[in-house]
Each structure stands twice: as C-alpha cells, then as structure tokens.
C-alpha cells in the first residue's frame, strides 16, 4: 500500500482550496457584474421578451381662429389591433370581423392567424365608426383590442381648405398648417405594455403597464373666420357668376402681417382629400399663383416716386394721347384716344399706362428695381405656410427702355398674391414691411396657458410716414373718383387699385380675351385694419376689367369685414362720384313720428312697404341716415297711436 506525505495531502488541500476560491471569486464577480454593471441592462431585454406594446396615438393639438373658434379639432375613432396568439377561434373571429369591417371573411382570416404578436387591420379597421366600435365591444372577444384613436375634423367643411390642410390616418400633418406645424400639433404617443409568454398568450399574475400620450399644443392662428366666411361667400358667387378657371382672395391686418383670411378656387374637403385631383389641394393659390399683376403694381411706382420726390400729383401734369412710344414699342391706354391733360393724381385714378411710363422713366432702373426689392417682390415673403413661390423679375442685364417701361404699370413682371398684399400694406401703413404669419400662439391644452407667441417680425421700413400718407390719399381717390368705384362702401374710408393682366400662352405670346382681373384695396383709409386682394382668372361672359369684376367684390368683403371686426362707421371720407349708368344712393329719411300722408314725397325714389294699422309711424327699417339703392323697400310700422 502506498503511503503518501503530509506535505503531499497539505499541497493538495492547498491547491483545491485555491482553486475553490478562484471559482468563488469568479462566481462572485461575475453575479456583481450582472447584478450592479448589466443588470438594468438584462431586466430590459427580459421585460422587452415578456411585453408587448400597444401604442396609444395622442390627441393632435387643436387649430383655432383669432378668437378661439374651432378650425381643427379631433373626433373620436378607435382602431382594431389584434393578438392573433390570444384568439381561441379564429374562423369565427373572422367572420365576425369580416361582416363589420365589410372586408372579405378570407381577408379577414389572414389577419387573425398572422404570426405575429400584435396585427393592425389596414385601413379598414383604422379609425372605425361609432356603429363599428359598437359592435365590436359587443362581441367581447379575447384577443381583440380597441385601441383609443381619433380623426381630425373641420367643421367649417371647405372653407381655409389650403391653409388647413389635412392629417392623414396615422394623424401626420400632410399639407397646410397641419404639415408646417406638425411637429407641435402632433404631441408624443403613449403605450400599453401587456406582458405574455413565449406563445403570446397573456401572463395574467403580471400588471400592465400604461404610459399616457402628451397631447400635441394648440394653435391659436391669426384668421378670423367671420371675415375668412365672408370671403368663402363671395368667392362662391363669383364661381357661378363668372365660372372663371380659378379664383382666389387674401385678407391681412396691416399693422401686424397677421393673415385675417385666405381662400382659393377650386377648392376641396380636407377630410375627403382623396376625392380631387392633387393639383387642386397642392396648389395654395394666394402663396403660390405667380402672375403678371397688372395696375395692382403701379401702387409700387407711385410710392417709389413719391418718396424721392420726383413728382407733385397735383402741380404736375401729363397730356394723354392714348399712347406712348418707347423704345420702338407702342405701349397703349386702355381708353383708346387717351384722357387728355390731366393732373398725376388723375393718371393714377385713370389708371393711366402712359402716364405710369413716364413716372418709371423718371425714377430710372436701378431706382425702381431698388424699390421693387425693398418692396419683397422675388423673393419668398417667409410665411409659415409650404409651396410659397418666387415671382419672377427681369434680370438687370436684360433690363432696357421698354422693360423699365412695362415693369412700371406691372407687365413683364411676375409675383404672387401674398407677396402683393404685403407690399401695399407697406405702402400704406407708414412705410413698414412685415412678415406673414399664420400661427399666432401656441396654448397648452390641459393648463390652457400660453407657451409661445409669435411677434410681428419687421423686414425692414421702404417709404416714410409722409409717402405713405400721400400713397393712402391717392388710392383713396381711386375709389372714389377713378377706377375703384365699384369698391365704394358707404360709411367706410375704402382705397385700392384695379388689376388687369393679359395672360401668357405656352408660346410666350399674350392671350386674347384671357385675363387675370384683380382689386386691391384697404380700409379705413387713414388707419388701415385690412387689406384686402380679390384676384379672378378669365371670368366669362363679363368685361374682363378688374373696375369691373374684381373691385365689386373686394367692397363688398371690406364693407362686411369691417362690420364684422367693430370697425366703427364714419363720415369723414370721400364721397364718390358716380358716372353714367351708375345711380348715386339714396339717404334713408327720418320717418318715425309721422303720417302715412307724409310718405307720398318719398316715395318717387323709394318703395314703401306697411306692416300694422293705423296712420302714425311708429318704427322704420333700415334706420335713418342708412344709404341705399334708389327704389329700395322701406318698411315701416303703424300704429293708431303716435309714438
């Protein structure tokens, strides 16, 4: 037998034990390592293999106008997610889906026996109905989910269509103030966590876990939608009254650059989007729409003018002959035979070509191409709004005597309505060029506290306080003596300027008969609120004047307008002067407090209709003073006893 060493046994013992320990220590290392360095790490992974998230959609931030009224807003519409792993009978779960979803029973299978943890039925069982949402919660079936959803409603249908725009069905902006501002509006989605085993099946001693959607902010924009209705109005009567290829009308408050209104024809139904064209919902025409802008563009001439001291509108005199010769080229008046001498305050009520060709050749053309720049024009006007275009303005090298000449009474050149609006606001609020602007203030939806306003943003000052008083009194003259005076409101300081624009062929000639017809006009004259742009292309069956067309409606929209934001009435303005065939209007009498005898005297220019019995007049509609149309129906009330 053999016998081995107490030293050997001791080695032994030594080298076992070393080895048990380094084990240990390892061991031990390594459960420290997993417990303190990767541990969180590990927990994760494992909660990630356990869980599955259904993801909760946040309420998109709502879309307000200046005072609050609801332009955007989100309707409830639950989605269908489905855990094919958890749904015992599939065939009959199909079925069921099928007949609710009016999907194929087939379609429908396919879904239930996915393999995959969670299934979303697309787009049918996205944003459901509440019939749909009904009978799903009626059938109660494992495995089956309602995910808390919504959809995005306009409840003013069509009208600020392309300033809306529209959120597709996973609620991402896609055009309009819904895509500039998405980022804010949409808000940050929220989840279930629901843990379940390898298979999918649910693990019921574990609790879920819910993380809550951060709402998007509302946006509280600058329309009014008392002026943006009143714009939609008009806008549908001149589509039925001139069927034109399009339309198109932009309201601003002057003082700030804050857009009151902005509508465009044709138009569409945010939430049908899918229904038109593209190009009709693409095209936002007041920021987009680049054209020749016609004698809208002489405003730009004559504040330029006005400021370097080049003319005295009512010293200085020009003599009309219904043309002028430049260059080689007959540049002519549209009033064939020309307005003979008169006064530059006359050839700016005329709206007189020549007359402008003379102003632009004083200034000379860096100074007039100076000012247009100063102005904006050919460049984006920076609104908060996608698609804004350029416009287009001759290169200085290809600038001689005719283009200086037709760039002064606006041809040749090419801008777009917004870029037009911000200019003579310039011009006529003191000489300040601002910014466009849309969104106005961002509102938390829970605290409804502000937490973030927009300032008016000044590019820059082009004209003096003086200038653009002169330019204001000017254009008031338009109205009231010149081509404007279809824009006329009683009671209101109205200025403007007509518009008319031949059209431009595919083969760079102009086009016959086919004209972009405009008015823009401002009130009140001395202190301007709105600024106003009306803007109809090719209307038909009519004179194909902006006087004629255009001018009407932009009155009629300030007048309103005005009414609409308080603006008070006055009678400090100009009084127009009316022209054959236009019939000057008539002042509604006093009538309350006299006799049915009384009346015969008033009633060659004015219809007289009785409500009550008896001979004394006891109450009138509408209220002395009122201006209307000679042979308008005055109705009064009787009474036996006088008031």
């Known amino acids: 037998m053999k016998r081995v060493s107490t030293m050997t046994v001791k080695k032994r013992l030594v080298t076992v034990f070393l080895f048990g320990f380094l084990a240990f220590v390892i061991i031990d290392f390594r459960l420290g390592y997993v417990q303190f360095i990767i541990g969180k790490e590990l927990t994760e992974w494992a909660d990630e293999s356990w869980t599955r998230d259904i993801t909760f959609e946040p309420e998109r931030g709502h879309i307000l106008d200046a005072n609050k009224e609801i332009l955007a807003e989100n309707v409830t519409a639950p989605s269908i997610i489905l855990a094919p792993r958890q749904i015992e009978n599939p065939q009959y779960t199909a079925e069921k889906l099928a007949r609710i979803l009016d999907i194929p029973v087939d379609e429908a299978y396919g879904h239930v026996t996915e393999d995959s943890n969670f299934v979303n039925i697309n787009p049918e069982g996205r944003k459901i109905s509440k019939q749909q949402e009904k009978a799903i919660r009626t059938l109660d079936i494992n495995g089956v989910y309602l995910a808390k959803d919504s959809k995005r409603h306009y409840p003013f249908g069509t009208d600020l269509a392309h300033v809306l725009g529209f959120a597709g069905i996973d609620n991402q902006g896609l055009m309009g103030l819904e895509l500039f501002h998405d980022e804010k509006l949409s808000g940050e989605a929220g989840s279930l966590s629901i843990y379940s085993d390898a298979k999918g099946g649910k693990l019921d001693n574990l609790s879920d876990q819910y993380k809550a959607p951060k709402d998007g902010l509302n946006l509280k924009t600058t329309i009014d939608s008392k002026v943006q209705t009143i714009m939609e109005r008009e806008l549908d009567l001149a589509e039925a009254t001139y069927n034109p290829d399009n339309a198109l009308a932009l309201a601003v408050n002057p003082k700030t650059g804050g857009i009151l209104g902005m509508a465009s024809r044709p138009t569409f139904n945010p939430e049908n989007y899918q229904d038109v064209d593209s190009e009709i919902f693409d095209r936002n025409l007041p920021i987009w729409k680049t054209f020749e802008p016609g004698s809208t563009f002489k405003i730009i001439t004559l504040a330029a003018t006005l400021e370097e001291g080049l003319v005295d509108l009512h010293k200085d005199k020009y003599n009309d002959k219904g043309s002028i010769k430049v260059g080689g080229a007959n540049l002519s008046c549209w009033k064939s035979g020309g307005h003979g001498e008169q006064t530059y305050l006359e050839v700016v009520q005329n709206s007189c070509n020549p007359g402008f060709v003379t102003l632009g050749q004083k200034l000379g053309k860096e100074k007039l191409f100076s ?114 005076r279809p824009a006329y409101v009683d009671g209101y300081r109205v200025g403007g300027k007509t518009g008319t624009a031949q059209k431009v062929g595919e083969d760079g000639r102009y086009l016959a008969n086919d004209h972009i017809v405009s008015f823009i006009g401002f009130a009140p004259a001395d202190d301007p609120e709105i600024v106003v742009l009306v803007a109809i292309d090719n209307p038909k069956d009519t004179v194909q004047f902006g006087g004629v067309v255009a001018a009407p409606i932009v009155g009629t929209i300030i007048g309103d307008s005005l009414n609409a934001l308080g603006i008070e009435q006055r009678t400090d303005g100009l009084e127009k002067e009316y022209v054959y065939p236009e019939e000057p209007k008539v002042d509604v009498p006093d009538l309350v407090g006299q006799t049915q005898d009384d009346l015969r005297e008033y009633m060659t220019n004015l219809t007289i209709e009785t409500n009550g019995s008896g001979e004394h007049i006891v109450d009138q509609s509408p209220e002395p003073g009122t201006k209307v149309e000679s042979g308008s129906t005055i109705r009064i009330y009787l009474s036996s006893e006088p008031e």
């Open 371 to 484: 000012y247009i720049k100063d102005f904006g024009f050919g460049t984006k006007t920076g609104i908060d709004l996608q698609g804004e275009g350029n416009g287009i303005l001759f290169k200085p090298e290809n600038i001689g005597p005719v283009e200086l000449a037709t760039t002064s009474f606006g041809q040749g050149v090419s801008v777009t309505p917004i870029q037009q609006v911000m200019a003579v606001s310039a011009a006529i609020n003191g000489g300040f060029l601002y910014e466009p602007y849309i969104a106005d203030e961002w509102i938390d939806p829970e605290t409804e506290e502000v937490v973030e306003k927009t300032e008016k943003k000044l590019k820059k000052r082009v004209i003096s306080k003086e200038t653009s008083e002169e330019v204001s009194k000017t254009l008031e003259s338009v109205v009231a003596y010149g081509t404007g």
